[in-house]
């Protein structure tokens, strides 16, 4: 499978790393404020959870790039081609690839982000960087990755974090990479206030750069949803992300509105090793008692679709065959609790941040109908993701599952022993069913007639042999913005910002 420059988009902003952007640059204006998450790390080694990767976007340039449906384009790779036994591939570099401080971008900085991913201690990449058995350097801008097993996944993998590249001269010091990003992104960073704010400009010897036309970048947190339209209405932010109940007060204040479709799912992690949910009845019990189509009608206004899989509906791996998989039945989850020795309820701990609270009291008085008494747990958002994903001390969590650049290896992250949101880990073992539907989806070709088949068949094996997560709604990119910002591109996976203007400023 061979992939050519021409497919990317804007592709003939590749000679802006020649010197094409540094004349753009002047054309460049205005700044874009944007309401949203910082990250957990400002270094995708180490970044902890899957949201990261839009911030993360900003500094970083990929590999490999997604168009808006999802499909993998040229990034900082112009091409590549497969071996005809699909265990080996070659990338070809664009030429004259520079990193934000000036310094070159060259395959021997792609090996050094490989090996770093792979081999330091607390990569949070190093098992999906695991299929790499070995980096082959072929000249300054070509390399050759020999696989451990087919991976015809491996270019839409290299689109997120794991082919980010980052300047392999800060190494020596990958301490201060958490705070300090050093890449080839579309922006630098230039001051970070931790749970506040970053504050970034352009980057001129960004490889698409001719496409980024403002010349600030902020990313601004602000944790309280009520707080976010009185942000909006005092100038002090442009484009903020909202929910789907905050739509119809952002239209009445005159904000236009973007519906983004992407690959957020809503859902509940289980400790499926941790009693009560060690009995599978208690987890299909959970599942039929939840009324999907009033959380949804409540948390998001209607915006989304209801969920049993972790792929929304008109993407790839969606399978039809789950649309319908645990319909609303108190009834039937009465039933199932009486058969797993619970016919007088049972109690259990639900875990939640202040932002989901609002979904946690309402799944509380729904699992009360049935029997199954919830006490929420409240703890901070900023170490949610390191008691539920790297200590796995949480046995019942609300959460949600931001996509990944390749669905396999979101699959592979989701339900694999070793996943980053398999909230069980090593507690477990991954259902050989599982693996096995994991393995053969890698196999196929994305080009192939039967690959849609192959994904879907290992999105329902996933779900139904290993239910570690209760799936509720799908959950739409909202943006509410000003009159002055246009050309928000509408990416299913990562929000770019080529394209976007602002103007009078």
Same mark, same amino acid.
């Given at each position: 499978?061979?992939?050519?420059?021409?497919?990317?988009?804007?592709?003939?902003?590749?000679?802006?790393?020649?010197?094409?952007?540094?004349?753009?640059?002047?054309?460049?204006? =205005?700044?874009?404020?944007?309401?949203?998450?910082?990250?957990?790390?400002?270094?995708?080694?180490? @970044?902890?959870? &899957?949201?990261?990767?839009?911030?993360?976007?900003?500094?970083?340039? /990929?590999?490999?790039?997604?168009?808006?449906?999802?499909?993998?384009?040229? =990034?900082?790779?112009?091409?590549?081609?497969?071996?005809?036994? =699909?265990?080996?591939?070659?990338?070809?570099?664009?030429?004259?690839?520079?990193?934000?401080?000036? /310094?070159?971008?060259?395959?021997?900085?792609?090996?050094?982000?490989?090996?770093?991913?792979?081999?330091?201690?607390?990569?949070?990449?190093?098992?999906?960087?695991?299929?790499?058995?070995?980096?082959?350097?072929?000249?300054?801008?070509?390399?050759?990755?020999?696989?451990?097993?087919?991976?015809?996944?491996?270019?839409?993998?290299?689109?997120?974090?794991?082919?980010?590249?980052?300047?392999?001269?800060? *190494?020596?010091?990958? &301490?201060?990479?958490?705070?300090?990003?050093?890449?080839?992104?579309?922006?630098?960073?230039?001051?970070?206030?931790?749970?506040?704010?970053?504050?970034?400009?352009?980057?001129?010897?960004?490889?698409?750069?001719?496409?980024? $036309?403002?010349?600030? *970048?902020?990313?601004?947190?602000?944790?309280?949803?009520?707080?976010?339209?009185?942000?909006?209405?005092? =100038?002090?932010?442009?484009?903020?992300?909202?929910?789907?109940?905050?739509?119809?007060?952002?239209?009445?204040?005159?904000?236009?509105?973007?519906?983004?479709?992407?690959?957020?799912?809503?859902?509940?992690?289980?400790?499926?090793?941790?009693?009560? *949910?060690?009995?599978?009845?208690?987890?299909?019990?959970?599942?039929?008692?939840?009324?999907?189509?009033?959380?949804?009608?409540?948390?998001?206004?209607?915006?989304?679709?209801?969920?049993?899989?972790? *792929?929304?509906?008109?993407?790839?791996?969606? /399978?039809?065959?789950?649309?319908?998989?645990?319909?609303?039945?108190?009834?039937?989850?009465?039933?199932?609790?009486?058969?797993?020795?619970?016919?007088?309820?049972?109690?259990?701990?639900?875990?939640?941040?202040?932002?989901?609270?609002?979904?946690?009291?309402?799944?509380?008085?729904?699992?009360?109908?049935?029997?199954?008494?919830?006490?929420?747990?409240?703890?901070?958002?900023?170490?949610?993701?390191?008691?539920?994903?790297?200590?796995?001390?949480?046995?019942?969590?609300?959460? &949600?599952?931001?996509?990944?650049? /390749?669905?396999?290896?979101?699959?592979?992250?989701?339900?694999?022993?070793?996943?980053?949101?398999?909230?069980?880990?090593?507690?477990?073992?991954?259902?050989?069913?599982?693996? @096995?539907?994991?393995?053969?989806?890698?196999?196929?070709?994305?080009?192939?007639?039967?690959?849609?088949?192959?994904?879907?068949?290992?999105?329902?094996?996933?779900?139904?042999?290993?239910?570690? $997560?209760?799936?509720?709604?799908?959950?739409?990119?909202?943006?509410?913005?000003?009159?002055?910002?246009?050309?928000?591109?509408?990416?299913?996976?990562?929000?770019?910002?080529?394209?976007?203007?602002?103007? &009078?400023?």
């Amino acid at each position: 499978m061979a992939i050519s420059a021409l497919a990317a988009c804007g592709s003939s902003a590749s000679s802006s790393a020649t010197g094409a952007g540094s004349a753009a640059a002047a054309g460049a204006s =205005g700044t874009i404020n944007w309401e949203w998450a910082l990250p957990t790390s400002w270094d995708p080694v180490t @970044s902890s959870a &899957g949201w990261d990767m839009h911030a993360l976007g900003l500094v970083y340039a /990929s590999i490999t790039t997604l168009n808006a449906k999802g499909d993998v384009q040229p =990034g900082l790779a112009s091409s590549w081609k497969y071996a005809a036994d =699909g265990k080996s591939v070659t990338f070809t570099l664009r030429p004259g690839l520079k990193f934000s401080d000036g /310094s070159p971008l060259t395959a021997t900085s792609v090996e050094q982000n490989i090996k770093r991913g792979q081999t330091q201690a607390n990569s949070t990449v190093a098992s999906e960087l695991s299929v790499i058995a070995k980096v082959t350097v072929d000249s300054p801008t070509s390399f050759t990755f020999d696989l451990s097993q087919v991976d015809y996944q491996v270019p839409d993998l290299l689109a997120g974090k794991d082919g980010m590249i980052v300047n392999p001269a800060y *190494f020596k010091n990958v &301490g201060s990479l958490p705070t300090k990003p050093e890449g080839a992104g579309p922006f630098t960073l230039s001051s970070y206030v931790p749970d506040s704010h970053a504050d970034l400009v352009r980057n001129p010897s960004y490889w698409n750069a001719s496409q980024i $036309h403002v010349a600030n *970048f902020n990313v601004l947190s602000i944790t309280q949803p009520e707080q976010i339209l009185s942000a909006l209405e005092s =100038g002090q932010v442009n484009v903020a992300y909202i929910a789907g109940n905050q739509v119809a007060a952002a239209k009445a204040a005159g904000f236009k509105i973007d519906v983004i479709p992407s690959e957020v799912v809503n859902e509940l992690d289980i400790q499926t090793t941790t009693a009560p *949910f060690t009995n599978p009845k208690v987890v299909q019990a959970i599942n039929y008692a939840i009324n999907r189509q009033a959380i949804l009608q409540v948390q998001a206004s209607g915006y989304g679709a209801i969920s049993y899989q972790p *792929f929304p509906e008109g993407f790839v791996g969606y /399978s039809a065959k789950l649309a319908n998989e645990y319909p609303y039945s108190p009834a039937k989850a009465k039933q199932l609790l009486a058969q797993a020795g619970y016919a007088n309820g049972l109690s259990i701990t639900l875990t939640s941040t202040s932002s989901t609270d609002s979904l946690a009291e309402q799944i509380q008085g729904q699992l009360a109908e049935v029997g199954i008494k919830v006490a929420i747990k409240d703890i901070a958002a900023d170490t949610s993701t390191q008691f539920l994903y790297l200590d796995k001390t949480i046995p019942l969590a609300i959460d &949600g599952t931001a996509g990944r650049m /390749s669905p396999v290896e979101m699959l592979d992250v989701l339900y694999s022993q070793q996943g980053l949101m398999n909230v069980t880990g090593k507690a477990t073992t991954t259902p050989a069913t599982v693996s @096995s539907a994991l393995a053969k989806a890698l196999t196929v070709p994305l080009d192939s007639p039967d690959y849609a088949a192959a994904l879907q068949g290992a999105v329902e094996t996933s779900v139904r042999q290993e239910p570690i $997560h209760i799936w509720l709604y799908t959950n739409p990119r909202i943006f509410a913005y000003n009159s002055a910002v246009s050309g928000i591109p509408s990416d299913l996976v990562q929000q770019r910002w080529e394209g976007v203007t602002v103007s &009078g400023g």
